[in-house]
């Protein structure tokens, strides 16, 4: 799945799930196919002082897709799109 994941999902609200080593870590609802979105936002602390995260309001890829990090698994655990660079620690 290349730019489809992109397109399919790219209005899927992700919620604010935790906070790990400089990475903001957003997750979808899983799906009916199994499906989850993941977003990681930061990855320094340039980044993530700079950040203002509002656990009860969603984002989605659509809007924080550049220079971050987004990937999709699917019902078996499985990576089936990706978008960006994952930080080095992830």
């Not at 400089?22 to 993530?48: A, C, H, P, R, W």
């Not at 990576?79 to 994952?86: C, H, R």
Request: proline letters at 3%; a negative charge; hydrophobic letters at 35%.
């Amino acid at each position: 799945m290349t730019d489809e994941g992109f397109e399919k999902y790219n209005d899927v609200p992700l919620y604010f799930s935790h906070y790990y080593n400089f990475l903001f870590i957003y997750k979808s609802q899983k799906m009916e196919n199994g499906d989850q979105i993941f977003l990681q936002l930061g990855g320094n602390m340039e980044k993530v002082s700079a950040m203002v995260v509002d656990v009860n309001d969603p984002l989605t890829i659509d809007e924080k897709s550049d220079d971050e990090y987004a990937y999709i698994k699917n019902k078996d655990n499985q990576v089936v799109w990706k978008q960006g660079i994952p930080a080095e620690d992830e």
